[in-house]
């Protein structure tokens, strides 16, 4: 099963600064992934999408990279700022029992100073 | 976008009740709606998948017998924590997929905390 976590990696960051937050992600059969945001007491909140056909995808202020050779995920955050603190989570999807189910990661908090 | 809402959104019981939190689908047909727990500073672990007017299907570890889960309706899933004890306190979180969106969307709800006294 998942690893029980205590304590929630922090990436700490300047505002205007950008950040980069990482995920590696468990199932080579996977072919789609999601960034999400959940703020404190709130669900979580989609940000960007990418599918495995692709290694990139841009939004607004956010980028999606996919590495399928290592498994590894990452969202790039541009100008970050402070309401941009939160807790982010990718997500993938596996087939399971004939239903799309998302298999969440450890997530990470990103800390923004003014 | 998709609208989900959850109730109540937080809920303090004692132990031994029963405690039932509502995920409704408020601008589309949800046809299957999933029921998630998260402990504080952990991720969210699915705990069951329900389609409408069928019976769930619940992860691995997970009670059904505890955990009731009922999908009535397109709109609406329920899930019940029976005879709740202080170890189920966690905040649960639903989401749905259905007519609005791409096939593999899922929208969260807000979450629901409970605190088993």
């Known amino acids: 099963g998942e690893s029980v976590g205590l304590h929630l990696p922090t990436l700490s960051v300047q505002e205007g600064d950008n950040s980069i937050i990482n995920c590696a992600y468990s199932n080579s059969a996977s072919d789609y992934f999601i960034w999400y945001k959940q703020e404190s007491g709130k669900g979580p909140q989609f940000i960007i999408d990418?599918?495995?056909?692709?290694d990139k995808r841009q939004g607004q202020r956010v980028t999606v990279l996919l590495n399928k050779t290592v498994k590894h995920l990452s969202l790039q955050i541009a100008a970050t700022q402070p309401g941009d603190s939160a807790v982010y989570f990718c997500?993938?999807?596996?087939?399971?029992?004939?239903?799309?189910?998302?298999?969440f990661g450890t997530g990470t908090r990103l800390l923004v100073s003014p | 976008g998709a609208v989900v809402s959850q109730h109540p959104s937080w809920v303090i019981c004692k132990s031994g009740t029963s405690v039932k939190i509502e995920c409704r689908s408020l601008d589309f047909q949800a046809t299957t709606m999933f029921w998630y727990r998260q402990f504080p500073k952990q991720s969210l672990m699915l705990m069951a998948t329900s389609n409408e007017g069928s019976k769930a299907t619940y992860e691995q570890g997970v009670e059904k017998d505890k955990f009731l889960i009922n999908h009535a309706s397109l709109t609406l899933s329920t899930l019940t924590v029976t005879s709740a004890h202080p170890e189920d306190s966690s905040f649960y979180i639903c989401?749905?997929?259905?007519?609005?969106?791409?096939?593999?969307?899922?929208?969260f709800g807000p979450g629901t905390r409970l605190l088993v006294l």
């Open positions: 989401s749905a997929i259905g007519d609005r969106g791409r096939q593999e969307t899922q929208y």
């Open positions: 997500a993938e999807m596996g087939v399971g029992t004939g239903f799309q189910k998302l298999v």
């Open positions: 990418i599918r495995s056909n692709m």
